[in-house]
């Protein structure tokens, strides 16, 4: 933390000079790619656009006091014309510099950043508490989001901030698991909406190490407790969902025998394949119970839910060595029907079957019990409805698979 709060120290006194990162990096030992990692992550924006907030921001200042012509604040702050200057301030401001020096405008400015000590929280009701209750302590939500553990600021919207933070828990087992959340904050009320994007202590191998920026997104370090695999994780926006599944309690015999990433796409023969015998079903479904007894004839899909026209069944599509669970819901009424790839897993080259117990569906491999399925509801439902997922090196939309690569 010190060397980044010298090399913040460094650029706010060369602040409009040509600053070299690589010189920079190499003053405190960082490479290039860690100083502008951490650099992201701590001050919530690239180093190249703190420059020119920074440099914006006695340009502001300057323009306000009116005592110096527009040129000579372009050049005094950096910029290397008028005209670059002024289209640069009008892109960011959606006014010129005379329309902003003769009119009434009000402009938000970045302060210079100042690290303090790093604070932690167990919980994400601190978290909220403490952004709340020391909002006034700080300059602006930069510097408070800069002092934050594993914590980062996603937006601010009108009186609403957005952010991403890890927590931790201990299990009954005194085991450590990890919380990704995302978080919308009314700074006025302190009322939050709180959501989780995943537990770790549904997938023990997992591990969430780490959240950090670059320029192009965020993104959480994870790891695989057992063989020390790391992988990096984007958290990337998706729409909420209607329903949620999970796939859980993946049995120890199996789980320690996995050894590859099975959450595969999708290809186009297999989505054929889908589309044609979600199809077939429907056309058995001219009423409630011979759609029922056509399901029951199957040993590769079952029911979870049905209301009315409405369905919502799960599908195994067994491969050579894997398969994927797909959810799908159906419109009997007005024959359409919605569909995702929801989870997916080693099969051992078995054959994969869903057997209904209660309002659990267990999945077994050759009819031995390999997992359970079932809908997430009430108040989880909620909780975990976060509208981001993490999307994995290799582009799979989750990290059940780190567990057991």
């Known amino acids: 933390m010190n060397n980044l709060q010298m090399l913040i120290d460094d650029i706010e006194e060369h602040l409009f000079e040509d600053i070299s990162l690589n010189v920079l990096a190499t003053k405190a030992n960082y490479s290039k790619y860690h100083f502008s990692r951490e650099f992201n992550t701590k001050v919530g924006m690239s180093i190249s656009q703190y420059i ?35 289209k640069k301030f009008k892109e960011k401001y ?3 510099p005379k329309q902003y020096v003769n009119g009434q405008f009000y402009i938000s400015l970045v302060d210079r950043i100042t690290l303090g000590d790093v604070k932690m ?13 020391n909002l006034n302590n700080y300059e602006n939500l930069v510097q408070i989001f800069s002092s934050l553990e594993n914590i980062l600021l996603h937006k601010e919207e009108d009186v609403y901030v957005y952010y991403f933070s890890i927590t931790e828990t201990i299990g009954e087992q005194g085991e450590h698991n990890q919380i990704l ?41 994870i790891i695989n407790k057992k063989s020390k695999t790391r992988m990096q994780g984007k958290l990337v926006a998706q729409r ?11 049995r120890e015999k199996y789980l320690v025998q996995a050894t590859g990433n099975d959450e595969v796409e999708l290809t186009q023969n297999e989505k054929d394949r889908i589309e044609h015998d979600i199809s077939e079903l429907m056309k058995n479904g001219k009423n409630n119970i011979s759609f029922k007894a056509t399901i029951e004839s199957i040993e590769h899909i079952q029911i979870m839910r049905m209301l009315s026209e409405k369905v919502l069944i799960s599908y195994i599509l067994n491969r050579d060595e894997n398969f994927s669970i797909i959810t799908a819901l159906l419109n009997l009424k007005n024959q359409s029907f919605t569909y995702e790839n929801a989870h997916g897993f080693r099969n051992f080259g078995k054959n994969t079957t869903i057997l209904r117990k209660g ?23 909620e909780l975990y409805n976060s509208g981001y997922v993490i999307e994995l090196e290799n582009g799979n939309k989750d990290i059940h698979t780190i567990g057991y690569i």
């Open 94 to 96: 959606q006014i010129t």
């Open 240 to 250: 909420k969902q209607s329903y949620m599944t999970d796939f859980c309690r993946i």
């Open 359 to 381: 309002n659990v569906f267990e999945v077994q491999l050759d009819g031995d019990p390999l997992a359970d399925i079932h809908l997430i509801k009430g108040n989880d439902f």
């Open 52 to 86: 020119q907030e920074r440099r914006f921001t006695y340009a502001v200042q300057m323009l306000s006091e009116n005592q110096r012509n527009i040129t000579e604040i372009a050049f005094k702050c950096g910029f290397n014309s008028l005209a670059y200057f002024s």
């Open 121 to 133: 929280f167990k919980t994400i009701d601190e978290t909220n508490k403490y952004i709340y209750d």
């Open 181 to 221: 959340w995302y978080c919308k904050l009314n700074l006025l009320t302190g009322t939050s909406d709180s959501k989780i994007i995943r537990n770790t202590a549904f997938i023990p191998m997992v591990g969430l190490e780490k959240l950090y920026k670059t320029n192009d997104g965020f993104y959480v370090e």
